[in-house]
């Protein structure tokens, strides 16, 4: 049953339920950032008005940076920006940044330690109909390995904007990485969310509560097809529990012990290579602290293609139907 | 600090013997072009172009050196040191367990260092962000960036290149050691570079260039960048790399590799007895 704790919308499951891309958040977010705080300036390589930084650029166009196709300069501009007493936010899908700037990133932000924001938006396959060139599926691995960086995937729009204006306050490097699709608002203003604490969204019934056979750990858009598939399955009788670990780095080890010590199997679920990605950095926790079977939902070293988001979510074994199957076929095991 | 013209002769001296001894303490390091660019970075450090203030690195008004080729190090730390930045003493543990002196720069291990560096091609955009950084602080401030001719093949120098023009960035300052070589071999060979002025100057940087190991044409140079308006200005600064060192100069083989004892020996040798030769060229 939902977790009436962590004050989620009302309507969650009703199909009036508002849907605004995560984009959206993020760029009101900003603007928020900026108006709160004059370090604050924000870089974008030709994608500003997909990442909704239009917003932040009509408001303080004297505090925006446009760097044209150029990822890796852009990186590097943050880094003297940083230097000079700034917060830079730097803007661009996700293929190209980190894809196309990560040892950028790696020597001028982190080794350098100088502090910036990385928004890289288009991840996963979401992106749809743009193919498989712009579907970012590693950019989690990427993020995760360097030092002095976390690492968010929200979860919706409203997720988006706290994780913006919780990555101004972070004392290190922050990486965003956001869907393109509108998803479901299903948090509120009310929900607690911050960097380095995941959530229990459901939780099993009052009956259940010592044990919980599976626990679901998802991030970013495939979050709230899992509470979908956790109520089904409560329906059917399947008592599961499901995290928002969206907060993906540091990785919120009080929670994550606490629920695999009540469950029989861990799932954790993402739009990314299973290798490096969320569901590693809870494996990498786990195998030292308390072993147990764990089932990796996401992409099995393959590229995706064109199609529509739920066409492709569907082909790829990460929709509704597909966390319900292997949630039925862990507990039989 | 600021040093009179025969101080800074001398020093030159002193610090191409610096090198070589920390490159043979260290047993590896780059050996060509530190030894070339001893005059740039005497020139800058010690003529009083450059505000700083070793005593407080920190200094919100100093000038900002941003070295894109980390791979000097030898170099940048033994000009640090005499600047008052840190011990001379330090200069023995180049490379060793534990040092503040890095194989590569790091900025958080002593002070004087603006940026981490060591993969070359991405100062220049670091420098943009700082002057973009002191342009929106209202700060008069210059910022220097010191480059290599080979980090001219990266993409990214480029990119930055450009980006500096369209911002008519003029508290910038680079300077390009153009010393012909790098690891593979000849820049014109590995990869053309010329006409390396009139590609800056396409992108809409002002452009200067000198006998990188004449000091005062280097003074005069850089004092002269700093009254351009409106456009950025780059350097370029002709050098001979290993100069000094008869068996190093203008062979590219010794870009990244260290002399065995006893070619350090000679090459101790020949900068100990110099300074004919360097002076004779200043004049």
């Avoid at chain 2, 005059?39 to 920190?58: H, M, Q, R, T, W």
Wanted: proline fraction near 4%; hydrophobic fraction near 40%.
């Amino acid at each position: 049953m939902l977790n009436s704790n962590i004050k989620l919308n009302p309507k969650i499951f009703s199909e009036t339920i508002k849907r605004i891309s995560p984009r959206d958040g993020f760029g009101e977010g900003l603007v928020i950032a900026g108006e709160m705080d004059e370090r604050v300036v924000a870089l974008c390589a030709d994608v500003t008005e997909s990442l909704r930084m239009h917003l932040f650029r009509n408001r303080f166009p004297e505090r925006f940076v446009e760097v044209g196709i150029a990822e890796q300069n852009m990186v590097g501009i943050a880094s003297g920006l940083a230097a000079s007493g700034k917060i830079p936010v730097i803007g661009s899908y996700a293929v190209f940044s980190p894809g196309r700037n990560w040892e950028q990133i790696r020597t001028t932000i982190c080794y350098n330690q100088q502090k910036a924001i990385f928004v890289g938006s288009h991840a996963g396959l979401n992106v749809g109909p743009d193919g498989a060139s712009h579907q970012a599926l590693e950019d989690i691995a990427l993020m995760r390995v360097l030092p002095n960086m976390a690492v968010i995937s929200p979860a919706d729009a409203l997720e988006a904007r706290k994780a913006i204006l919780s990555a101004i306050e972070y004392k290190n490097s922050v990486y965003i990485r956001l869907p393109r699709e509108k998803s479901p608002i299903f948090t509120t203003e009310e929900t607690l969310w911050e960097i380095g604490k995941s959530q229990e969204l459901w939780i099993p019934k009052s009956k259940n509560e010592q044990f919980s056979s599976i626990t679901i750990f998802a991030c970013g858009y495939l979050v709230y097809k899992a509470l979908e598939a956790a109520k089904e399955l409560e329906q059917e009788g399947i008592f599961i529990t499901v995290i928002n670990n969206s907060a993906i780095k540091p990785l919120d080890e009080e929670m994550t012990l606490k629920w695999a010590k009540k469950s029989k199997a861990i799932i954790t679920l993402e739009e990314h290579q299973i290798a490096g990605g969320m569901g590693s950095s809870i494996a990498e926790f786990l195998s030292e602290n308390y072993p147990l079977p764990i089932k990796f939902m996401g992409i099995k070293d393959k590229f995706g293609q064109s199609g529509q988001s739920e066409e492709l979510l569907e082909k790829y074994n990460l929709n509704k139907e597909a966390i319900k199957q292997t949630v039925k076929e862990m507990i039989k095991d | 600090m600021k040093l009179t013209s025969k101080k800074m002769e001398d020093l030159t001296i002193t610090i191409r013997q610096e090198i070589m001894e920390m490159l043979l303490e260290a047993k590896s390091g780059h050996c060509a072009g530190p030894l070339g660019a001893v005059e740039l970075y005497v020139a800058l450090y010690f003529s009083g172009i450059l505000n700083y203030d070793p005593k407080n690195p920190n200094w919100e008004k100093r000038d900002r050196v941003v070295i894109s080729n980390g791979h000097y190090a030898p170099l940048i730390y033994t000009t640090l040191a005499h600047a008052g930045y840190f011990s001379l003493e330090e200069l023995k543990t180049l490379r060793k367990l534990g040092s503040n002196l890095q194989g590569h720069p790091h900025r958080l291990l002593l002070p004087g260092i603006e940026t981490s560096s060591g993969p070359v091609g991405e100062g220049l955009s670091q420098a943009i962000g700082m002057a973009l950084g002191a342009k929106m602080n209202k700060e008069k401030l210059q910022v220097y960036c010191l480059m290599g001719d080979g980090e001219q093949d990266c993409g990214n120098t480029w990119e930055a290149v450009m980006m500096a023009g369209k911002n008519q960035l003029d508290n910038l300052t680079a300077i390009i050691d153009r010393n012909n070589i790098q690891i593979d071999g000849f820049t014109e060979n590995v990869m053309p570079l010329e006409p390396l002025k009139e590609k800056y100057e396409s992108f809409g940087w002002k452009v200067l260039e000198i006998d990188g190991h004449n000091i005062s044409e280097i003074i005069k140079t850089v004092n002269a960048s700093k009254s351009v308006f409106v456009k950025p200005v780059v350097i370029i600064a002709h050098t001979i790399p290993g100069k000094g060192v008869d068996f190093m100069q203008w062979e590219y083989q010794w870009h990244g590799k260290v002399p065995s004892s006893k070619q350090a020996e000679e090459a101790l040798r020949q900068l100990r007895s110099i300074k004919g030769q360097i002076e004779s060229e200043l004049d």
